[in-house]
């Protein structure tokens, strides 16, 4: 009781002086357990379903995942699917269809699975990623989004993607691309600490995925770098805390407004020169699309 009573007034004080400590993590076990376990509870599946936008993912980030979704597709899997925000878009994909696809929503928690509404092509599993209920060579499509990007043991969570995938089937999913990591890094003069990068994060760039398809039987088809503006860290340098979460605030009334048209134009050509050129040290986002043979 009395070091609960110590560690809220230190919690305080450090609120106050606006001081924050990285967590620092005993083992790489201990780092995938942590983040593994990190939504399982009613409190954190409720904070996750109403705090973590959707603003990004429904304006960016599922145009680019929508674009790669076959229309024919009968089996569709959604790894790492959380309260359903990529599988409710799914779902919605298919509506116009007479047949629609078996979609499967898999997540370890329960909790977070519960706010997804159900649906008569839908499953919902309680599973863990790295031993997926699912026979081999089932789905047409298999995806993870903000997900495999928070754990390092990124290969094992591929290897069951390709395991249930069944040949000619894609694998679609989002990482932070290291080769923008590594240039947060060398601006240490700027930014000593990146947010982009921390100890469960991914270390995936285009040459060691080139490499785990070769070993694997797969074809890295294409990576589309993605979020120029929000959330790089090469802005993160350049602005306080407060003024960047302006720019955030702004950047999406941009969306929004019909107001903004010209100016959201600019916006996207911008983004448009950085994801055509294929830049992966610009973008803190990137989407990767892989052919299983």
């Known amino acids: 009781m009395e070091f609960a009573f110590f560690k809220k007034i230190k919690s305080k004080i450090l609120s106050i002086l606006n001081i924050k400590f990285r967590r620092k993590f005993k083992s790489r076990h201990e780092t995938i357990s942590y983040k593994s376990n990190a939504w399982k509870s009613k409190k954190s599946s409720y904070v996750y379903d109403k705090k973590v936008e959707r603003f990004f993912f429904n304006k960016i980030t599922w145009p680019l995942i929508s674009k790669n979704i076959n229309r024919n597709s009968e089996y569709i899997i959604d790894v790492g699917a ?26 370890i928690s329960k909790n977070m699975l519960d706010y997804l509404p159900p649906k008569p ?14 026979k081999n060579n089932s789905a047409d499509i298999t995806l993870a989004m903000d997900f495999i990007l928070h754990f390092p043991n990124w290969e094992d969570f591929l290897h069951e993607m390709v395991r249930v995938t069944s040949s000619e089937g ?7 691309p290291q080769e923008h990591i590594k240039l947060t890094q060398d601006l240490t003069l700027l930014n000593p ?6 100890e469960y994060t991914a270390n995936i760039s285009e040459s060691n995925l080139s490499k785990f398809c070769k070993n694997n039987n797969c074809t890295l088809q294409k990576i589309i770098p993605y979020n120029f503006f929000v959330c790089n860290e ?17 950047y999406q009334k941009i969306y929004t407004d019909e107001k903004n048209k010209k100016l959201l134009e600019v916006y996207k050509d911008i983004e448009d020169l950085f994801i055509k050129n294929g830049d992966l040290k610009m973008c803190n986002l990137a989407l990767a699309i892989i052919k299983v043979n």
């Open 82 to 107: 959380g309260t359903g925000r990529l599988t409710s878009k799914i779902i919605e994909m298919f509506n116009d269809l007479e047949k629609t696809p078996l979609i499967k929503a898999i997540d």
């Open 121 to 134: 092509n839908l499953e919902k599993i309680v599973a863990e990623a790295t031993n997926l209920p699912i």
């Open 234 to 250: 090469l802005f993160r340098p350049l602005l306080s805390s407060s003024n960047y979460i302006k720019f955030i605030n702004e």
């Open 170 to 176: 894609k694998i679609i999913f989002n990482y932070v």
């Open 193 to 198: 600490y990146p947010v982009a990068y921390t």
